[in-house]
T-cell receptor
């Protein structure tokens, strides 16, 4: 597709379950970012990928959060043992390279923990 | 550390009136500055950006912003509001020489446009 694609668009799960969120960046974009948007905390950076490596994971809130990227393309954000405070919209963005290149955002995954 | 402050979580204007959304940043190094717009249930769309060069930046949909280093500001303006401008607006900063490009966002300003 032409833009950043995220799936699922909505996810409802029970507390304690694991969830996987997927991001398909724009073809050719080497930089990929995950952000979290919640009512209380606003928009927060989670992790940055350059190719398949993640030189900046400083925004991951706990060790229950992990992410990987394969083939320099698709990325998966995994949350283990979900908690209610994990409820948020998870946004993925990609850019041609890091720095001053604009980031293109997907529509996000709305995660609700019951 | 970098930070962004957006003054006013809600701004209401009449259709045809001037739009002014305020953004102040804190950065110890030359920043890159961005304005994004978010419509309900959608991701963020880039309106405009400042990296280097001309301090008055023009973006899409008639918006523009001026980088004022002395005031550490990057306010967003539009001469005449349209109903379709109603959305949430985010100002963001990234480290000018960072090797990550991660964005630090303000808390957002919801723009309401009254007919």
């Amino acid at each position: 597709g032409a833009g950043v694609s995220q799936s699922p668009s909505n996810k409802v799960t029970e507390k304690g379950k694991d969830v996987e969120l997927r991001c398909d960046p724009i073809s050719g974009h080497t930089a990929l970012y995950w952000y979290r948007q919640s009512l209380g905390q606003g928009l927060e950076f989670l992790i940055y990928f350059q190719g398949n490596s993640a030189p900046d994971k400083s925004g991951l809130p706990s060790d229950r959060f992990s992410a990987e990227r394969t083939g320099g393309s698709v990325s998966t954000l995994t949350i283990q043992r979900t908690q209610q405070e994990d409820s948020a919209v998870y946004l993925c963005a990609s850019s041609l390279e890091q720095g001053n290149q604009p980031q293109h955002f997907g529509d996000g995954t709305r995660l609700s923990i019951l | 550390a970098q930070s962004v402050t957006q003054l006013g979580s809600h701004v209401s204007v009449s259709e045809g009136a001037l739009v002014l959304l305020r953004c102040n940043y804190s950065s110890s190094v030359p920043p890159y500055l961005f304005w994004y717009v978010q419509y309900p249930n959608q991701g963020l769309q880039l309106l405009l950006k400042y990296t280097t060069g001309a301090t008055l930046v023009k973006g899409i949909n008639g918006f523009e912003a001026e980088f004022k280093k002395s005031e550490t500001s990057f306010h967003l303006t539009k001469p005449s509001a349209h109903m379709s401008d109603a959305a949430e607006y985010f100002c963001a900063v990234s480290h000018g020489s960072s090797n990550t490009g991660k964005l630090i966002f303000g808390q957002g300003t919801t723009l309401q446009v009254k007919p």
